[in-house]
């Protein structure tokens, strides 16, 4: 049995049994502290604030809900989204740590050796990010009071785009003519939205996404512009 018959027949099944499993758990328990205030003191909330508060995140985060599965599946794997969806930080700590596990093991992106890697940088970047966050929980408010304000404010301003700028770098590494390409593509789709659609503004980023896949797929095959 070939490596890719393993992954389908053996590893696959497992693993969406236990993902489906284990976020199904995620979400009852995301409904606990609700379910303890309502059980405990009879605290429930009503239909309609809950209502207004879903509407008021789906409207300025939804489109995440849909863009971030596709936009992170190819590198994160069947397994990583599994591990992501429960643990969270995905584009600053779940995506980053697969990339770096496929490269420090040579693999190939698409392969199942790839797949394994990625699963498992996953993995040691969720137990290392529960270990961590839970000490930053105990110790870190205190010690961050201790910091001068600039670097404190460096801190909040600079940390999020130094982690995306390292992402960049890493994916860009074997194929750095994508990383030009793909951005011009994202300020051509934002410019046709602004000017054409702008009521679907909301929806230019998942379109460049798209395009930018296209785009590099239509290239590759036709073996133009990126390399093999």
Known sequence: MDKQAILDKDYMPYINKWGKLTNTVGVFFAFVPVIYFG??????????????????????????????????????????????????????????????????????????????????????????????????????????????????????????????????VMVGWTEPRILPLAFLLAVLTRIFFTVCLPRLMSMADITSIFVAIFVCVALYKMKIYIRD
């Open 39 to 168: 059980v405990r003191y009879g605290w429930w909330p009503q239909p309609g604030p809950v209502f207004q508060g879903w509407l008021s995140i789906s409207a300025s985060a939804g489109i995440l809900w849909i863009m971030q599965p596709i936009q992170f599946f190819p590198v994160l794997g069947v397994a990583g989204t599994y591990m992501s969806n429960l643990s969270g930080n995905i584009s600053n700590m779940r995506v980053p740590c697969s990339i770096a596990a496929e490269q420090a093991a040579g693999v190939q992106p698409g392969t199942p050796e790839a797949e394994i890697c990625a699963n498992i940088g996953s993995a040691v970047s969720t137990l290392i990010n529960i270990l961590v966050l839970s000490a930053g929980v105990l110790a870190g408010s205190s010690l961050l009071a201790q910091l001068p304000p600039a670097a404190s404010d460096a801190l909040k301003s600079l940390l999020v785009p130094a982690l995306i700028a390292a992402c960049v």
